[in-house]
T-cell receptor, first 110, second 116 residues
């Protein structure tokens, strides 16, 4: 089945810093989502982005489906950005289920 | 956006008992609901997919007789962990999707199950 790898696995930032999180996938996808899992476990939808670039405030995402990767940019990070960031894909060949990546654990310190 | 609730948020039960977890889509009708399990510091693993009015489809390695899933309406799915054991302790998360929402999955807040 499709493999979804994220990097880096862990990231520590000081408030105000920028960061880029990467998601690589091993096969063609129909769709891709980015999520933020807060310290209480709630998954928050960030982007639904099969291709192209989207921006929402301090966050933006770019997916290059032909090269099988997606990037999540966080600018001017805040302590509330702490948590785990997951990308998840819908395989082109099995569109019934999301396959989650390995996650990036982000800690932002004041 | 879309709101999905789960109840209870936290439950502690004794080994051998059964526990039911509810997942509700509050502001849209969910044709499909998904159940995931997440162990500490790990990613989400899909357990099963359920469509309203039909039997759930379980992922390989998930015991359907142990994890009973019912999707009786377009806004409610339940997961019952039968004869729970300590190794079933985990964080259980549901999600819901619908055609009206472009099949984007929206997640509940999760249920932390501890079996003693």
């Amino acid at each position: 089945g499709i493999q979804v790898e994220q990097s880096p696995p862990d990231l520590i930032l000081q408030e105000g810093a920028n960061s880029t999180l990467r998601c690589n996938f091993s096969d063609s996808v129909n769709n891709l989502q980015w999520f933020h899992q807060n310290p209480w476990g709630q998954l928050i939808n960030l982007f639904y982005i099969p291709s192209g670039t989207k921006q929402n405030g301090r966050l933006s995402a770019t997916t290059v489906a032909t090269e099988r990767y997606s990037l999540l940019y966080i600018s001017s990070s805040q302590t509330t950005d702490s948590g785990v960031y997951f990308c998840a894909v819908l395989s082109f060949y099995n569109t019934d289920k999301l396959i989650f990546g390995t996650g990036t654990r982000l800690q932002v310190f004041p | 956006g879309a709101v999905v609730s789960q109840h209870p948020s936290r439950v502690i039960c004794k080994s051998g008992t059964s526990v039911k977890i509810e997942c509700r889509s509050l502001d849209f009708q969910a044709t499909t609901m998904f159940w995931y399990r997440q162990f500490p510091k790990q990613s989400l693993m899909l357990m099963a997919t359920s469509n309203e009015g039909s039997k759930a489809t379980y992922e390989q390695g998930v015991e359907k007789d142990k994890f009973l899933i019912n999707h009786a309406s377009l806004t409610l799915s339940t997961l019952t962990v039968t004869s729970a054991h300590p190794e079933d302790s985990s964080f259980y998360i549901c999600s819901a999707a619908s055609q009206e929402k472009g099949y984007e999955q929206y997640f509940g807040p999760g249920t932390r199950l501890t079996v003693t």
